[in-house]
C-alpha cells in the first residue's frame, strides 16, 4: 500500500490504521479522521475492492465525512470509518468478524463502530461479542431509540423539508406542496409517509415498480419512471437513492425550488453546489439533513456507556435541531452569496478545529 498520506483524500486524518489478521483472513482499514469532539464514529463497510487503494481513499473520504456529519448534528463525537477488504467471494465468517471486533477493542475506544454498507445488525452483534465500542445494535425496550435508523432518518428529512420550504416558499404549511421522491425505500418511502400526513402532493419513483406503485396507492401519490423524475416540475426534488446524482446534467434537468433529501453524497463534485446556488434552487446539505440515523446510533451508544437505553424522546429531541442548523446555513448562504453545501463545510471546520 502506498504511503497514505500522499493520497488526495488525505486529510489530516489523526490515524489510519491497518488491520490483518492471517488466520481469519481478516485485512482492514480503520481511519480517524478527527477525535476533536469525541471518539472517531462511523460504520464499518465490507466490500471487494480490486483495487485495495480504492478501500483506503473510502477510509479517508468517509472518516472526513462523518466528523462534519457529527459534528453538525450536534455530537460528541468525531469522525471514524472502517472498511473491510472482501475477498472476491465476499467470505464474511464469524472468525473475521471476531477478528474485527478484537481490532476495534485494541483500539481502546478512540474508534466506534456500526453497521454501513455490507454489514447487517447481526454482524454487528457479533462484533459486540469483543468489544464495547460498537453501536447499531437491535433494541427490545418499547420506546427504546436504537436499531434501524432509517425512521429516524426519515423524520430529520421530513423538518428539514419543512423548514426548506418555509425558508424558499415562506409558508409552514405543507398543504399542496409538491415533492418529487427519488428512491422510496427505508428512508425516502418514510419521508414519503410523513409529508402525506402533512397534506403534500406527492410523486413517487423507484426502480422498484411494485413496491412504489403500492406506497402510491397507499399515500394517493402520482408515480413516475425513475428516468423522468429529476424533470418533474415541484416545489421540492428530494433524492433518497443513490448518491453523486447532482451533476451538471441532472441539475439542467431539475424544475424545483428545492433539492432536500437523505441520499449521502449528492453532488457528484463539490462545484455543483455552486451550479444548484446559482440556478437559483436552495439545496439542503446532505450530511446535514440526513443526520437523523447516525442521531440515533450515538445517542444509543452514549446511553448504553451510561448503563441505560437511549429514549425516542431524547432522539427525536436532537433530531429536531436539524430544521434550526439549516435554516442557520441558509441565513449565512444568502447573506454571503455562498452555497450552502460550502457554508455547511466552513461551520463543521469550525466546530472541530479546522476553521
Ligand atoms: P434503501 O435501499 O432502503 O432504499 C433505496 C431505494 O432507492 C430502493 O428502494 C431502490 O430501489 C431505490 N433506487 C435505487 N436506484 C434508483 C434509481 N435510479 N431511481 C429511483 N430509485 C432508485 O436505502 P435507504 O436506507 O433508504 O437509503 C437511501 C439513501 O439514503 C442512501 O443514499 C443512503 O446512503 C442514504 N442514507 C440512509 C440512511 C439510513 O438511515 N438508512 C442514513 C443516511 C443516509
Redesign the pocket.
Known amino acids: 500500500m502506498t504511503a497514505f498520506w500522499t493520497e488526495p483524500d488525505f486529510d489530516d486524518h489523526e490515524m489510519v490504521h491497518v488491520v490483518r489478521d492471517r488466520a481469519s483472513g481478516l485485512m482492514a482499514i480503520i481511519a480517524v479522521h478527527s477525535s476533536h469532539l469525541g471518539p472517531g464514529a462511523g460504520g464499518t463497510r465490507f466490500w471487494h475492492y480490486p483495487n485495495p487503494k480504492d478501500g483506503l481513499r473510502d477510509a479517508l473520504r468517509l472518516s472526513r465525512g462523518m466528523s462534519y456529519k457529527n459534528a453538525m448534528a450536534g455530537l460528541p463525537m468525531g469522525g471514524g470509518k472502517a472498511v473491510i477488504l472482501a475477498d472476491e467471494n465476499r467470505t464474511k465468517t464469524p472468525e473475521l468478524l471476531a477478528a474485527f471486533g478484537d481490532a476495534v477493542e485494541a483500539l481502546g475506544g478512540r474508534y466506534v463502530t456500526a453497521e454501513d454498507v455490507g454489514i447487517s445488525e447481526a454482524d454487528m452483534v457479533a462484533v459486540s461479542q469483543r468489544t464495547t465500542h460498537v453501536s447499531g445494535l437491535p433494541v427490545s425496550g418499547q420506546g427504546s431509540a436504537g436499531g434501524?435508523?432509517?425512521p429516524?432518518?426519515s423524520y430529520g428529512i421530513y423538518l428539514g423539508i419543512k423548514a426548506a420550504v418555509a425558508h424558499r416558499l415562506g409558508t409552514d404549511s405543507l398543504d399542496g406542496v409538491h415533492v418529487a421522491v427519488?428512491?422510496?425505500?427505508?428512508?425516502?418511502?418514510g419521508v414519503a409517509r410523513l409529508l402525506a400526513k402533512d397534506g403534500a402532493r406527492l410523486t413517487l419513483?423507484?426502480?422498484?415498480k411494485d413496491?412504489v406503485e403500492a406506497l402510491a396507492d397507499e399515500l394517493g401519490a402520482a408515480v413516475v419512471a425513475?428516468d423522468a423524475?429529476l424533470a418533474t416540475k415541484c416545489d421540492v426534488f428530494s433524492p433518497?437513492?443513490?448518491?453523486a446524482i447532482l451533476n451538471e446534467d441532472s441539475i439542467a434537468q431539475l424544475d424545483t425550488r428545492i433539492v432536500a433529501g437523505?441520499?449521502?453524497n449528492q453532488l457528484a463534485r463539490s462545484a455543483h453546489g455552486k451550479v444548484l446556488f446559482e440556478r437559483g434552487i436552495l439545496y439542503a446539505p446532505d450530511y446535514v439533513i440526513?443526520a437523523?440515523?447516525?442521531i440515533s446510533v450515538a445517542t444509543e451508544y452514549l446511553a448504553r456507556r451510561e448503563g441505560r437505553d437511549a429514549t425516542r424522546d431524547e432522539v427525536n429531541a436532537l433530531i429536531e435541531k436539524i430544521p434550526g442548523r439549516l435554516t442557520q446555513i441558509w441565513k449565512k448562504s444568502d447573506a454571503d452569496s455562498i452555497s450552502p453545501d460550502v457554508v455547511a463545510d466552513r461551520m463543521a471546520q469550525e466546530l472541530i478545529g479546522r476553521g
Do not use: K
Not at 419513483?205 to 422498484?208: E, K, R, T, V
Open positions: 434501524d435508523p432509517g429516524f432518518t427519488q428512491g422510496t425505500g427505508s428512508v425516502g418511502g419513483a423507484d426502480i422498484h413496491g425513475p423524475i433518497n437513492a443513490l448518491g437523505g441520499a449521502n440526513n437523523g440515523g447516525i
